[in-house]
């Protein structure tokens, strides 16, 4: 059903550049708002909220390689080496920033957050880099998604997503109170927000089954692409602002279950995320934005560091020179990401290089059960 993608697509790793790029815009738009209160930063920031990570899980899908016909205990297996060994090195990697900034700042978590942050890691907690949640929701995508295709058949499967968002829905906006009925917290393992984003990643899988960007690339299908791109453009942006939120928080926070509208959510999500697509696939190849795709997984620890850390600072900086005008903003915000994104591609590769080279082989010399190849 789901043929192998052997290449690697140029514009896969270019949607994911273009993503990444959002997240680093959108974590300082973000905090820019949160000193100026400017309308236009605001505007800015709940667009890219819209959207931005369910397009990530739209490519996660994409990117599926389909290990359905593997037992549970070697799905399990393959998925820990793939997501999980990332996740703790990057958690581990994040830790000594995280505990000398509380020291540095005097914060007072007592000693007890200290010894037992750690363990929070258990929960799938992403203590020491919040913006890892993302490896972690995926995972659990991916284990919902194997026991799903594993129920239903394949076209029982792609007819019940609507169901299965649903479903999602419920839980994530009454996550309190399932949690008092299962005892199991929402963050656990981000179960609950896993269940509305899995839908996302099925789109992906199905949008790669019906070779979707592998038509022609005459002139006639290129035009017919940039028409789709500029009226799916116009359907998130018309859209984005009307959905609306019950709480004090009134953007989309995949994170904080916070998704709003149960019909705008995922009109402008999908919108959003089929025109970053279209217009990865319309872009020219060039180096830089493919060494960004290449490395997202990095990217997103690093940007971790920057939300946390420097962000707060460099907003500081520039907020002098920020008006309450989209240009202003944009033009700030947009240097300063392009800067962030820059530096943070110095790091990338070496923290790629430890992980391949250090912190995997150790693992799997400690752990022979989670030797063999990871996809």
Known sequence: MFPNINERLWWLDCAKAYGMI??????????LYGLTNFGAAFSQYKLIYSFHMPLFFILAGYSFKNLDHLGFQQFMKNRARARLLPWLFLNAVSAPLWIGWHIATGANIGLRRYLFAPIALLRGDSVYNALLWFIVCLFTVEVIGYIYRHILKPKAASCFLIVVYLIGWIVTRNSA??????GISGRFWMLHEAIIMYPFYHLGMILKNASFLRTSTDRAALLKMAAAMILLCAITVLTYSLNTFSGPDKVVDIAAFN??????????????????ILVAYLTPFNRPLQLIGQNTLWLLCINGWFYHYFNSPLCGLFVSYATNSFASVMSICAFVSCLSVAVSLLVAPRLSYIFSRYFEQIAIHHYRWLAGKSM
Do not use: D, M, R, W
Request: with cysteine.
């Open 22 to 31: 959002l997240v680093f815009y959108g974590h300082f738009v973000e905090q």
């Open 177 to 182: 109170e399932f949690s008092k009925i299962f």
């Open 259 to 276: 998704h709003g509208n149960i019909f705008l959510f995922p009109l402008t999500a999908v919108c959003g995320s089929l025109a970053i």
